[in-house]
């Protein structure tokens, strides 16, 4: 996801080259202030940049790589800058590779940021293109609501356009494969600006993924906007959408669930109560078979206040099942991630020895040492086998010494219990 650009300076111009992940993709250029190039060229000078090493790279992956390079009198020297400060690059280096940027103003065409339409107003870029069309939804799915506002005065069309001529490309042009609405949803200002703007009004399938968006955000004023817009709190997400065209693409999404699932997802519980005052069905399911309950439990990171636990028990007290079955089988039990919500289920009856079509419990699929505790302490049956005659232990030990040691921890802290 890092953007991939090249900013060049000199006394004459900047010049602004957007490859991938930037808002404003290719060549543009601005003026600049001479006396502010010469003075950044001294930098250069002053850190002794011409006697710096080529290259310093670090022995990592996924990483942003930069390559620094300076011209004086006909004299060139370039530095690469991957994870260089690991290696020994002196910090000088990542002063004059912040400096660059800084003249540049590049934070404007890669992200979005105050001054972007000015300066596209000054190269006289036309805001009727299709180009301009994929600069403002960058800066919608951004959140760069005062930049969208900018577009939207400088007459960029929300309605849709014809593809580009033969032979006429953008760069990263996307697929068009979600709304203008779908693309603010997790942004309730700039979303606020779009529906001002009349944003697919007729457009109901944009306006329920938006939905479904904000709904997974935890943004309840977003989601409440949205279904004044004429959002269906109800509607059914499980197939995949109605095929998009745009710029003579086609692409499919597919279908997530109900925007229930969504807000459980959200672990807000405000949000879950919100979109239970429209009775959904509590048992909609996604594409994987997965309804709410699943969903609540499935976040990773922590729980936090509790709030998850009690989005678990507005759910149950709707009728949501703690025993539902997924497409494999499985029950909530069987991917939790969260202990609280995981006691919280056995609390409301689920049931911890039920198998899934592989014969597999929840003790065969927890990965955790305090999940599998958690499970051991309500009963779980570590005899039980799976369709294939192993118990819990013989088949961990396919998966590697670490979850045999997860799971021998975890019957050691049930037993101390």
């Not at 293109?129 to 900018?150: C, D, F, H, N, Y």
Request: aromatic share 6%.
């Amino acid at each position: 996801m890092c953007p991939s650009y090249t900013v060049t300076i000199g006394t004459d111009a900047i010049v602004f080259d957007g490859r991938s992940f930037v808002v404003a993709s290719g060549k543009h250029a601005d003026r600049v202030d001479a006396a502010q190039v010469r003075k950044l060229a001294k930098s250069f000078v002053t850190a002794d940049f011409y006697s710096m090493n080529s290259s310093y790279r670090a022995r990592v992956t996924d990483n942003p790589t930069y390559v620094l390079s300076i011209v004086i009198d006909g004299r060139t020297k370039e530095v690469e800058d991957y994870v260089g400060s690991w290696v020994g690059m002196p910090a000088v280096i990542t002063e004059l590779e912040d400096a660059v940027d800084a003249l540049g103003r590049t934070e404007r065409w890669i992200a979005g940021s105050d001054g972007l339409v000015q300066a596209l107003r000054a190269e006289k870029f036309d805001f009727h293109s299709p180009q301009a069309q994929v600069m403002l939804k960058r800066a919608v799915i951004l959140g760069k609501t005062a930049t969208v506002k900018e577009f939207l005065e400088a007459g960029v069309p929300l309605g849709p356009l014809p593809a580009p001529a033969p032979g006429v490309t953008y760069r990263d042009f996307p697929t068009d494969s979600f709304g203008w609405l779908t693309a603010a949803s997790r942004n309730p200002d700039t979303l606020q600006v779009l529906i001002a703007a009349g944003a697919r009004k007729n457009d109901q399938n944009d306006i329920d993924s938006a939905l479904f968006g904000a709904a997974g955000s935890g943004n309840v004023q977003a989601a409440r906007a949205l279904i004044a817009y004429g959002a269906n709190p109800n509607v059914d997400l499980s197939e995949p959408a109605t095929p998009e065209k745009a710029a003579g693409m086609t692409s499919r999404r597919r279908g997530e669930g109900s925007v229930l699932i969504s807000a459980a997802a959200s672990g807000n519980p405000e949000m879950v109560r919100e979109i239970l005052r429209y009775h959904p069905n509590v048992e909609a399911r996604g594409y994987e078979g997965r309804t709410a309950v699943f969903t609540v439990g499935e976040y990773r990171s922590g729980d936090k206040g509790g709030a998850r636990v009690e989005c678990l028990r507005l759910l149950v007290q709707a009728g949501a099942d703690v025993n539902a079955r997924d497409k494999n089988g499985n029950t909530p039990l069987h991917r939790i991630f969260l202990t609280d919500v995981q006691e919280e289920l056995l609390k409301l009856g689920a049931n911890v020895n039920a198998r899934n079509k592989d014969g597999e419990t929840p003790i065969f699929t927890v990965a955790f040492t305090d999940a599998l505790a958690v499970l051991i302490e309500h009963g779980a049956d570590l005899t039980l086998r799976n369709n294939k005659g192993e118990t819990a232990m013989e088949a961990l030990k396919k998966e590697g010494p670490a979850r045999i040691q997860y799971l021998r921890e975890a019957i050691r802290m049930a037993h101390q219990n």
